[in-house]
């Protein structure tokens, strides 16, 4: 079955097809979060894009109920942090100019206590900028490729500074398509929930208890905003749901994408149904243009 537009979803729907940017606390792991929000939401599953240690805080985006298929569209972006770099000596004069050379490729190999073999493997650091210096502390900024150990980058960033270092308070700040500028917490969900099933005599804000629950809880096709996109038909969307790759007529309209990129298609009404892959030229008149890798509808 195909879905209505985003906009036009009820509160059951976005519940059952959605995805919250939550502000983790400290304390709890990933899985704990996800598994919370599970039970407070009454959905069969929720999954969380991108783990973070349990003393981490900020940005993890939690799918909820059949979202959690959209999991591998959201694993892959840059992400972004803020970082206490806790210097074993005082702070040398040199600090700023020795960050910056670790803008760029980076070898790493993950840390003894990790759910990945541990190979040397190469990691892209984006940006590495120094906000304060205090004492024996360093704020740092980083922006990197997913899969980078902030950790280890601060070990290595003390040993190249001759003071050794270890990473203190760490708290992520993005991870693409989200950011830290609407986060929610616990205590919001709750409050939301709270006022849309009649359980609080009080009114939200907004004065309407729908609304407050969408302002926490979105409609999922959110985490899709930085894949390429393909518009299709009804009939080729139907055609999808029953497994069929995506065909060249049933193409309306196209992002400009790579051969091979992570693309997302929609119907005219916004609403998605499925990731693939694109394989051929949206602007052909046969042949495959996408081949499926999940189905979401």
């Known amino acids: 079955m195909l879905r209505d537009a985003p906009e036009n979803r009820d509160p059951e729907d976005v519940i059952e097809f959605g995805v919250l940017n939550l502000d983790k606390p400290p304390g709890p792991s990933a899985h704990q979060v996800s598994a919370w929000i599970r039970d407070m939401l009454g959905v069969e599953k929720a999954a969380h894009a991108g783990t973070l240690d349990p003393k981490v805080t900020g940005c993890l985006p939690v799918l909820t109920g059949t979202a959690t298929r959209l999991a591998p569209a959201l694993l892959e972006g840059p992400k972004e942090y803020v970082a206490v770099l806790e210097l074993h000596g005082d702070a040398p004069v040199a600090l700023e100019s020795v960050v910056a050379e670790f803008e760029g490729a980076l070898y790493q190999k993950p840390p003894r206590k990790s759910a990945v073999a ?34 280890k980058l601060c070990h ?142």
């Open 118 to 151: 541990r190979r040397l493997r190469v990691r892209t650091v984006y940006d590495l900028d120094v906000l304060e210096i205090r004492d024996r502390q360093a704020l740092l900024r980083i922006r990197c490729e997913s899969g980078t150990y902030v950790r």
């Open 156 to 297: 290595d960033l003390g040993r190249a500074l001759g003071t050794g270092a270890h990473m203190g308070h760490l708290r992520r700040t993005a991870t693409t398509p989200f950011d830290d500028t609407d986060l929610r917490t616990f205590q919001d969900l709750a409050d939301a929930l709270a006022w849309w099933r009649d359980e609080d005599d009080t009114e939200p804000p907004s004065g309407d208890p729908e609304a407050a629950l969408r302002d926490v809880v979105s409609p999922a096709e959110r985490a899709l905003t930085h894949l390429p996109s393909v518009t299709i038909a009804e009939s080729a969307a139907r055609e999808v749901a029953e497994g069929a790759p995506v065909y060249a007529p049933g193409v309306l309209d196209a992002d400009d994408a790579e051969r091979d990129a992570l693309v997302a298609c929609f119907t005219p009404n916004g609403s998605v149904v499925c990731l693939g892959r694109l394989v051929g030229d949206p602007g052909a008149e046969s042949g495959t243009v996408v081949d499926l890798e999940r189905v979401l509808v």
